[in-house]
């Protein structure tokens, strides 16, 4: 144990007051999350907001069975088909971009900027822009295409990021071995390159799926006739607010909750297995 | 130079081969003409670029040009037609009787500018609350935690409601907020209030709020990374020559972390400038956002007034970050 110097004490209470505000700092972002799971449970009929009459699964019920709040099933299942699209391009795009900005060309400056544009403009922007030049050409929007394009436009530069960070990091001079003992391009990708990179395609497929199962600017205008969750959450949150889209939003929290845990899983032991 | 050219200069040059068998020949006084013709290792870099390349040509070129042309199209009654009027832009700028001293309106801008103002005032105040926040958060990861794994566990802690739905944690603010919301029982509770008041809910102070609580984690991570990057020699070495943790800040973490708060700032910026859901729920759509205007008017069909809404929303993120810019140079943090 070390002596305990006012210097130190100091220390120790500077470390204290931060780690309160650290606290604080949770509530206030979580808080709001656990009170909806709190109302959640609230009773047949208490209202939005506290006190709970009572304890019930009324709510959780009626989420389950059939509602007015839309075919919930049905869009969640376009959500996560969407979000394992948009997962796959951002993962391989990110990838080859990123192996791209290793060597120096022509227009990376443009490229670059364009990718990260995909970050600056903001959803309703693109969604607009995309869905007036589909009603122009005359096709119709729906989620599998003008939503997907849309969205991989968003979740790319975060992969993008991902992806650049690892190659920083990257010794070149593995593959380079592997080239001088004769390994053709694709060998030196599959058997040196790909292992290595794996926990960081992983990460850049995380923001892919989870950003896109969540995203609603995005989706607002392009979605055509069949609706993803984000959409069914935010028509039942203009209609009269019930305990029951606290109910959804438990469930989408806890699920977006469970895919982040994963990921990290996944992550976690493909970094190990790779060093 | 022509390849003539090039093969001239090889002559002059030859490359010494190195060993027997495969040494790879050393050129002697490598210039731009060889490099250019020696073949590079790794995949072509057209084959790696071009699917992503044409993704966002698609998807973000040609909806941006396309909100760019249809601002100058006419509207008919269901749509709109190919034309070039500037009247969009007009009914952007002037309302009725803006030039007739006998009215109200004289001189006052439309109430298009005032939204797009008022988008822009409600951004400013939650960049400087988020930066605030976010700041001191990220000292205490990148600074006060040593442990590697403990400043993980936090950060990511910190960070992870990013990855959930903003929609559901602005709808998670109502039970909060209302007249018997949590924030009017704890102000009661501790004597603040005697009356519950309905101020939070439906109002200015809410909605700054919840974009506060829904944006402000996007400042948190540019700021702890670049905290987290500063050489601790530095500190050190400031430490042994006498400074104070004050001076050491002002002079040297603050200045260091700068690009950090750029960057966030910039996130925050253009994420709270292009929102508009959250106005919807927890700001009952008293004011509307610019975000909601273009909504509204796309759902009319008027589509190229949405247009000029986006291109003038557009116009004034772009000053924004450029300001953002000027004031820190972010390039060495890319």
Request: hydrophobic fraction near 55%.
């Amino acid at each position: 144990m070390a002596r305990s110097t006012p210097e130190r004490r100091r220390k120790t209470r500077i470390k204290a007051g931060f780690s309160v505000y650290y606290a604080i700092f949770l509530i206030f972002v979580y808080g709001p999350m656990f009170a909806m799971f709190t109302l959640s449970f609230q009773g047949p009929r208490g209202g939005v907001t506290f006190p709970m009459r009572g304890l019930s699964f009324v709510w959780w019920e009626r989420l389950a069975g059939p509602s007015a709040v839309g075919d919930i099933k049905s869009s969640l299942v376009r959500s996560l088909i969407l979000a394992v699209m948009v997962m796959v391009i951002t993962a391989i795009f990110s990838t080859m971009l990123a192996m791209a900005f290793r060597k120096k060309f022509h227009g990376s400056n443009v490229l670059f900027y364009a990718v990260m544009a995909g970050l600056m403009v903001p959803g309703v922007l693109l969604s607009l822009g995309l869905a007036s030049l589909l009603r122009v050409i005359g096709i119709s929007p729906g989620w599998w295409y003008s939503a997907l394009g849309v969205h991989v436009v968003w979740t790319l530069p975060f992969g993008f990021l991902v992806m650049m960070a690892v190659f920083n990091r990257f010794d070149g001079r593995l593959e380079e071995a592997a080239r001088d003992m004769g390994a053709d391009e694709w060998t030196v990708f599959k058997e040196v390159t790909l292992p290595l990179i794996t926990p960081g395609i992983v990460a850049a497929g995380l923001f892919g799926f989870t950003l896109s199962y969540d995203e609603f600017a995005r989706t607002t205008l392009l979605a055509g006739a069949q609706n993803t969750l984000p959409l069914d959450i935010n028509a039942a949150m203009t209609q009269r607010v019930q305990p029951t889209i606290f109910a959804l939003g438990t469930a989408s929290t806890i699920f977006s909750l469970l895919m982040i845990s994963l990921f990290i899983v996944i992550y976690t032991i493909l970094y190990r297995r790779s060093r | 130079m022509t390849t003539v050219e090039t093969y001239a200069k090889l002559a002059i040059h030859p490359p010494i081969s190195r060993g027997l068998i495969g040494g790879a020949p050393v050129v002697r006084g490598e210039d731009e003409v060889t490099r250019k013709y020696r073949r590079e290792p790794g995949f072509p870099v057209p084959i790696l670029i071009a699917p992503a390349t044409l993704w966002l040509v698609v998807f973000l070129v040609l909806p941006l040009v396309s909100i760019f042309v249809f601002s100058f199209w006419k509207t008919t009654g269901h749509g709109m037609a190919p034309a070039f009027t500037l009247e969009h832009y007009r009914a952007f700028f002037i309302s009725e009787g803006f030039f007739d001293p006998n009215r109200p309106e004289f001189l006052t801008p439309s109430i298009f500018i005032r939204t797009l103002w008022t988008t822009f005032r409600f951004t400013i105040t939650a960049m400087a609350i988020c930066l605030i926040l976010a700041y001191p958060l990220a000292y205490f990861l990148s600074m006060q935690v040593q442990d590697f794994k403990w400043q993980l566990a936090l950060f990511l802690l910190s960070m992870v409601p990013f990855w959930t739905s903003y929609l559901i944690r602005a709808v998670a603010w109502l039970p909060m907020l209302g007249r018997h919301g949590l924030i009017n029982e704890f102000l009661i509770d501790i004597g603040a209030i005697e009356e519950p008041v309905s101020f939070f809910l439906y109002s200015e102070f809410s909605y700054t709020m919840a974009l506060v609580q829904l944006y402000v984690v996007l400042a948190v991570g540019p700021i702890f990374f670049s905290l987290a990057k500063i050489d601790r020699t530095l500190l050190e070495a400031a430490r042994d020559m006498g400074a104070t943790p004050f001076q050491i800040f002002r002079e040297i973490i603050f200045p260091l972390s700068l690009p950090g708060i750029a960057i966030g700032m910039i996130f925050v910026f253009v994420m709270v400038m292009g929102e508009f859901a959250t106005a919807v729920v927890v700001y009952g759509g008293k004011t509307s956002t610019t975000g909601t205007v273009i909504l509204n008017y796309y759902v009319i069909a008027n589509y190229p007034f949405a247009a000029v809404n986006a291109i003038m929303l557009m116009l004034a993120m772009m000053i924004g970050v450029v300001v953002i810019l000027r004031v820190v140079d972010i390039r060495k943090e890319l």
